[in-house]
């Protein structure tokens, strides 16, 4: 088993919409985790960090954990073109201060 | 803001040579990491330094080795370049062990090995 698996997409969605990215990981990793974008040729950025169970907000994104399910998501509301990217799914390594990545999500918005 | 600077963009290089990635970051930080990227394996750990003098092994560091004699610069070797390395290579950095240390990105070097 991976220790952190993401849905490749791509995912489409209309402008406006809201857009839901899906990673799930093991037992292998902590429970903190990062998600990071990527537009094409570029390098990630840090988007959204979350460490504890529920719900975190900031502007149009949300980030939720559930670490019954080992489930972590991320909502973009109000979907624009400029979201179009991957987006990649970043838990903390249980042991040391090492990030893992998934291999990202491709989110395409349609205008 | 944090900069982490890759020394080249695009690098083309043939089979068998020996390569070096450079990188620097301004900020300070002890932690600094090399990745590669490739299209849907997502990003792979090859080495990481939590400190000057010190390294240590990721996921795949097979044919890679690294040098970190400053604490702002960490560079990556290809001592004998093969073509199964032509890859994007990423350098980050992050600050001490904590909760959270968020890795920040170079803008990336594109290897091509022929």
């Known amino acids: 088993q991976k220790e952190v698996e993401q849905n490749s997409g791509p995912l489409s969605v209309p402008e406006g919409a809201i857009a839901s990215l899906n990673c799930t990981y093991s037992d292998r990793v902590s429970q903190s985790f990062f998600w990071y974008r990527q537009y094409s040729g570029k390098s990630p950025e840090l988007i959204m960090s979350i460490y504890s169970n529920g719900d975190k907000e900031d502007g149009r994104f949300t980030a939720q954990l559930n670490k019954a399910s080992q489930y972590v998501s991320l909502l973009i509301r109000d979907s624009q073109p400029s979201d179009s990217a991957t987006y990649l799914c970043?838990?903390?390594?249980?042991?040391?201060?090492?990030?893992?990545f998934g291999a990202g999500t491709i989110l395409r918005v349609k205008s | 803001d944090v900069k982490v600077t890759q020394s080249s963009r695009y690098l083309v290089k043939r089979t068998g040579e020996k390569v070096f990635l450079e990188c620097v970051q301004d900020m300070d930080h002890e932690n600094m990491f090399w990745y590669r990227q490739d299209p849907g394996l997502g990003l792979r750990l090859i080495y990481f330094?939590?400190?000057?003098?010190?390294?240590e092994k990721g996921d795949i560091p097979e044919g890679y080795s690294v040098s970190r004699e400053k604490k702002e610069r960490f560079s990556l070797i290809l001592e004998s370049a093969s073509t199964n390395q032509t890859s994007m290579y990423l350098c980050?950095?992050?600050?001490?062990?904590?909760?959270?240390?968020?890795?920040?990105f170079g803008n990336g070097t594109r290897l091509t090995v022929t």
């Open positions: 980050a950095s992050s600050p001490p062990r904590g909760r959270l240390s968020p890795l920040h």
């Open positions: 970043a838990p903390i390594k249980e042991y040391g201060n090492k990030l893992v």
């Open positions: 330094s939590y400190d000057v003098k010190m390294k």
